[in-house]
């Protein structure tokens, strides 16, 4: 092996333990996000909620994350990247504490807040500052980190949920110190917050932060640390450049621009992440318990179901890992879209022929029970190895340097807002329909394939810079000619 090969290799393992450190933050967005399941009958039935107002106990935490990821970016450009993972790190403390004691539904909805701010905060800062650190080459796979912490993240919340429900006999029933087991699934959440709050103190700054920020010493510093050190000075002169020429096109670093009050590249990266939400996969999430309980399956076989889907979830994200720098981003994203059509569609199909047994239950009859398991399994498969992680890599790599950060949030908000739309409208619409609902989640399957046809360009193998001088330049050109 040549010295040139072996420190690319050290480089890239060290580049590969700061984007492990940072997707920490998608760990809890994806526990965040799960815990809920298995804690959502349980708080409906302490508190005596109405369908819709547990659909909104269930996506309060949405309205943080939405908020949350808004200022992120606003707040990563003005005190760097790190600083505002600690503060995500420490709402998300906050909450799981606050959850875990309420007493009220009002009192859990401002806890679960609390928490989706930092969710929220977490879900912008990861990528950008991942793919800020990460060399072209591989930048698409230690991208994908990010999707695989939120799927273990997932795995590790439906997990402890089923290990406290189990163990306690049922999720509102009493375990350790007579605490009710929906209480503790909150509680679990301290532990990767404070996990996430050390490693992320021991990060270094972004470079590329640190550049914009007039800081280039330091800049360089860092990039010791991650590239060749033939290239330091060349890739430290090329983020600096970037930037200078971005700023001279723009004239100033904003995400306002000729369509809409927006940047075209702004708006494709808002619509890519609302789409990644109407298809309706938190739905599988956050209510699959309940879902797989209301067709007839038993309470300790839901938690069973869901688990096996989580598990499902992590381990097609390594497919991604392995394939997007191979492949590229736009093949995966169209196949992904296939899948997802044709596996809602036959979701909607199986709820289709759901009856009513004597006892007033709605049950599956026949096969059409395993249908629906494997159809939504197969639609979990599809989104997880292609737009669960790929929505992430595209938005932590479209944008220019300038306002990556800030654009990152506005994409995030949007992906948050969706996914509160559909998480707080599900069990009013399940109550309609569950054929109807699926039936809708396929529709948008079907408009995110002519979508990535149409305005998703092929990011594989290109730089952060090369992209965002692109991107400015062809908004600078439409604004020209209108």
């Not at 290239?231 to 970037?242: A, C, G, P, Q």
């Not at 069973?304 to 995966?332: E, H, Q, W, Y």
């Not at 800030?406 to 739309?421: E, K, P, Q, R």
């Amino acid at each position: 092996m040549s010295n040139t090969t072996a420190t690319t290799k050290s480089l890239n393992r060290r580049v590969t333990a700061l984007a492990v450190a940072a997707a920490i933050g998608g760990f809890l967005f994806g526990f965040d996000s799960s815990v809920i399941n298995g804690a959502v009958q349980s708080i409906t039935d302490e508190f005596g909620l109405t369908e819709f107002a547990s659909g909104f106990a269930v996506a309060s935490a949405l309205i943080g994350c939405a908020i949350g990821a808004y200022v992120a970016g606003r707040l990563a450009d003005r005190m760097g990247r790190i600083k505002v993972m600690l503060i995500g790190a420490g709402l998300f403390l906050i909450s799981s504490i606050g959850a875990a004691a309420a007493f009220a539904v009002w009192d859990l909805v401002l806890w679960r807040v609390i928490g989706g701010l930092g969710i929220g905060i977490a879900s912008v800062i990861a990528p950008a500052y991942i793919s800020e650190v990460s060399p072209k080459a591989i930048r698409g796979r230690l991208a994908s980190f990010q999707q695989l912490a939120i799927t273990l993240g997932i795995f590790a919340a439906l997990l402890s949920d089923q290990l406290f429900a189990v163990t306690a006999g049922g999720a509102s029933e009493p375990s350790l110190f007579g605490l009710a087991a929906w209480r503790w699934m909150f509680l679990v959440g301290i532990v990767p917050s404070v996990v996430y709050g050390v490693l992320a103190w021991r990060l270094p700054e972004s470079p590329r932060y640190l550049a914009g920020d007039g800081r280039e010493d330091e800049a360089k510093k860092v990039l010791q640390s991650i590239v060749p050190a033939e290239t330091v000075d060349t890739s430290l002169k090329e983020i600096t450049d970037s930037i200078r020429t971005e700023a001279e096109l723009e004239k100033k670093s904003s995400i306002r621009g000729s369509r809409f009050g927006l940047q075209p590249i702004v708006w494709v990266g808002i619509i890519l992440a609302v789409l990644q939400q109407l298809v309706g996969i938190n739905v599988i999430f956050y209510y699959s318990t309940t879902l797989w309980q209301a067709v007839g399956f038993q309470e300790e076989d839901s938690f069973l179901i869901s688990t096996i889907t989580a598990v499902v979830n992590v381990a097609v994200t390594f497919i991604a890992i392995g394939l997007v720098d191979k492949v590229g981003r736009r093949p995966m994203l169209l196949a992904g879209s296939v899948g997802m059509f044709v596996s809602l569609a036959v979701t909607a199909l199986a709820f289709s022929q759901a009856t009513t047994t004597a006892s007033g239950d709605p049950s599956l009859p026949g096969a059409w029970g395993p249908v629906a398991l494997v159809a939504a399994n197969l639609f979990v498969v599809s989104f997880g190895a292609t737009w669960g992680p790929l929505m992430w890599v595209l938005l932590g790599e479209m944008f220019p340097n300038s306002i990556r950060a800030t654009a990152l949030g506005v994409g995030s908000m949007a992906n948050w807002i969706a996914n509160f739309v559909v998480t707080v409208s599900f069990p009013s619409l399940a109550a309609l329909s569950l054929s109807v609902s699926y039936g809708i989640f396929a529709f948008f399957a079907l408009v995110s394939f002519f979508f990535v046809l149409a305005k998703i360009p092929e990011t594989k193998g290109r730089s952060l810079e090369e992209m965002g001088i692109s991107a400015v330049q062809a908004d600078s050109g439409r604004a020209a000619k209108a």
